[in-house]
């Protein structure tokens, strides 16, 4: 069966040359630039001809030593303990940094920590450097890192703008209690064996106790102290643009991730451009020197573009439609399942992220470090999926295309957010190729979102990161039942709820050994792919682009962007 599949592409990025004259920053037009046209055919269906300009002409050197980050969103604060965004930690962790910190893959490593150790299996000790001083000049000790902590843990205990506890707290929902042992030495208190905790106290960084009890958080918002290599400067309202300066008192970072010391630049700004093209008119401009989120279909051509470089990471946002199990038709298995034959995986792997994506086998990421390796994606079968439905009832009784059961067609809204655009047209044009009249609904997140989580919404294409490599902080967030009818699973949009699959997670939580705990999270894995609370879809890389001139950059597979080592080099 045929379906038109229609990715227009790379016309936007001669618009995007248009738009800032042409050319790279410092490139002059000369008889060197040449119009490139491709021709690519989908499904023998569409043939979309492209248009690239080409400028060969190298990008000049810099002219400052500030280095310029182009974001996607606007972080939703500039306090450690008060967000749930990924776009606030990149900077935030430029300014603060934590006990422990992640390279670029999923190693952790010691950075505030001098030496961590396990006590028992319930009990942390850990031993801090002496002499790391806050941007006042003030010294960190383990003052600071009780404050830290209790401020996450326990509740109400942020009061502006207004009395709430730190939505923190649920990565990190084992620490009971921590106490200060000496000046340098805290120990930490579990409720039980916590297998992942190193791996998700990267997330947790150390605020100046003394300072923030002084001014509140208010006041600390508006001007925040850390410890990183970067020190607060301005920020315009909304965090629309983060500027930063570096800190020359800096104790180096990480002692074995190199380099150690000062940050390479002497300053740092953040700023929010959050339509792709503009992000990469910006670039090319040399107005910027690091875009985030580089659009999938630009990413080819940016590679052949002179004084641009690209490079990707692993990533840790899988994707996927959540199906709501408790509506009809998606309370039927089969109808599930046939919906996850209907998608032909590779094609979006290859039109949509050109390549640079993978299969999901199932619940987890296959770059999870408890992925069930004994699950496949599920295959690309139409006809199977097509058998499914019929079993299901669902048949084309009437010729008309569309199949119906009950006198009803088959008919559903996919709901999703303005980013996920192409990869939904594509999903829902996928299922009308199969007789179910599919369309697709754009939202706003926060508006959503409470929908989703009172079970009234049909089907949701999103994503959920996955950046501790661990089940945990993921895999309960998701498929963890309900529990006295309120979803136990912060982002359980599916509102799926296996009694075994629930026993599983908590004992996958709380199970030390490495072994035991593959096993555990093999049977929940198999659980879930089987039931198929969602369609299972792509775990695209990170994606990014920065001018030639930025020297010792890489993308992070938590779409963090570490600026301590990144220089800007003539």
Known sequence: MKFKFLFVSVVLFSM???ACG????????????????????????????Q??????TPTAAPKRQTIIVALSQAPTSLDPADHRSRISETVIRNMFDGLVTRDNVSGVHLELAEEINWVDDRTLEVKLRQGVKFHDGSEMTADDVVFTFDRIIQEN???????HTSPRKGLIAPLE????????????????????ALQLLVHQQIVPKKYLEEVGTEGFIAHPIGTGPFKFVSAQPGFEEVVMERWEDYYGGAPDLEPVGPACVEGAIFRVIPEASTRVAALLAGEVDIIQAVPSELIDTLMQTPGIQ???????????????????PFDDVRVRQALNYAVDKQLIIDEIYGGRAVALPGPLSPFNNFVNKNLSPYPYDPDKALSLLEEAGWTDSNGDGLLDKGGSSFSFTIDTLEEFRALAEAIAEMFRAIGIDASVRFWEYSVVRPQLLAGERMAYLDDWGDSAFDPVGHFEAKWHGYVDGSPYGRGNFSTYNNARVNELIVMGETTADPAERQKIYDEAQQIVYDEAPAVFLVVPDEAEAALAWVTNWSPASDSRINLHDVCLTP
Not at 29 to 42: D, M, Y
Not at 51 to 56: A, D, P, T, Y
Request: aromatic share 6%; glycine share 6%; hydrophobic share 40%.
């Open 22 to 49: 042409g050319a790279p920053p410092g490139a002059q037009v000369t008889a060197e630039e040449k119009i490139v046209r491709e021709t690519v055919v989908v499904k023998e269906t569409i043939v979309v001809t």
């Open 16 to 18: 995007i040359l248009s």
């Open 51 to 56: 248009e690239l300009e080409k400028i060969v």
């Open 157 to 163: 205990k942020i009061e502006y703008p207004e009395l």
């Open 310 to 328: 690209v490079k990707t990471a692993p990533g840790t946002q899988p994707k996927w439609i959540e199906l709501n199990v408790n509506k009809a």
């Open 177 to 196: 209690s921590i106490e200060k042992t000496g000046n340098y030495t805290v120990v930490m208190h579990f409720s039980g064996p916590w297998p992942p």
